[in-house]
């Protein structure tokens, strides 16, 4: 059975920090893109970041280029987003999915919240 | 970016019933979209990937096709599973975009 597990959301300051990861099991991801995906409290979903199977092509919806950084580690089955300089807009349940263009599997979210 | 309107943004069913959600795009994205499916408090799911071929176990009374920048989903004979949002996600270019989601809700 694959299952991919998400952690690292908590509440946060606006200007903070925060990494998230995204373990997955059942499933190889060596050969995969990863994807995150969020999505804000009562609003559809949102494309945030990739990454392809070597780290040599990142890829980030214009609103968090500069702040977020997306990496992974096979050899863990893990893939990460370090979230810095947060705003408010950035609250939303956040998802980790195998894939590039086909997002296979997914995760149950981890949640930040921006907020003083 | 490439914009995704549905229509409608939600709308009240009945088990058995025939639904059908559109999805225009704001440019020519070819055949490179995809739908998914988020029960409440559930991951989101793909159904269809590539405009119409159907992802693994996902019920053929899902179906999607294609006219020019427009693209549906239908549900015929809607069951009580199925009562969902319903996204639709592009990949013809980065960032890949969703559309806002359409609630399917029991009458």
């Known amino acids: 059975e694959v299952q991919v597990v998400e952690s690292g959301g908590d509440l946060v300051q606006p200007g903070g920090s925060l990494r998230l990861s995204c373990l997955i099991s059942g499933v190889s991801i060596r050969s995969s893109w990863m994807t995150w995906v969020r999505q804000a409290p009562g609003k559809g979903l949102e494309w945030v970041a990739n990454i392809n199977e070597d780290e040599t092509q990142k890829n980030y919806v214009a609103s968090v280029k500069g702040r977020f950084t997306i990496s992974r580690d096979n050899a863990k089955s893990s893939v990460f987003l370090q979230m810095s300089s947060l705003r408010g807009d950035d609250t939303a349940l956040y998802y980790c999915?195998?894939?590039?263009?086909?997002?296979?599997?997914w995760g149950q979210g981890t949640l930040v919240t921006v907020s003083p | 970016d490439i914009q995704l309107t549905q229509s409608p943004s939600s709308l009240s069913a009945s088990v058995g019933d025939r639904v059908t959600i559109t999805c225009r795009a704001s440019q020519s994205i070819a055949n490179y979209l995809n739908w998914l499916q988020q029960r409440p408090g559930r991951a989101p799911r793909v159904l269809i990937f590539?405009?119409?071929s159907l992802e693994a176990e996902v019920p053929s009374r899902f179906s999607g096709d294609a006219s020019g920048t427009d693209f549906t989903l239908t549900i015929t004979s809607l069951q009580p599973e199925d009562f969902a949002t319903y996204s639709c996600q592009q990949y013809y270019s980065l960032p890949y975009t969703f559309g806002q989601g359409t609630t399917v809700e029991i009458k």
């Open positions: 590539a405009t119409s």
């Open positions: 999915a195998r894939g590039g263009w086909l997002l296979e599997y």
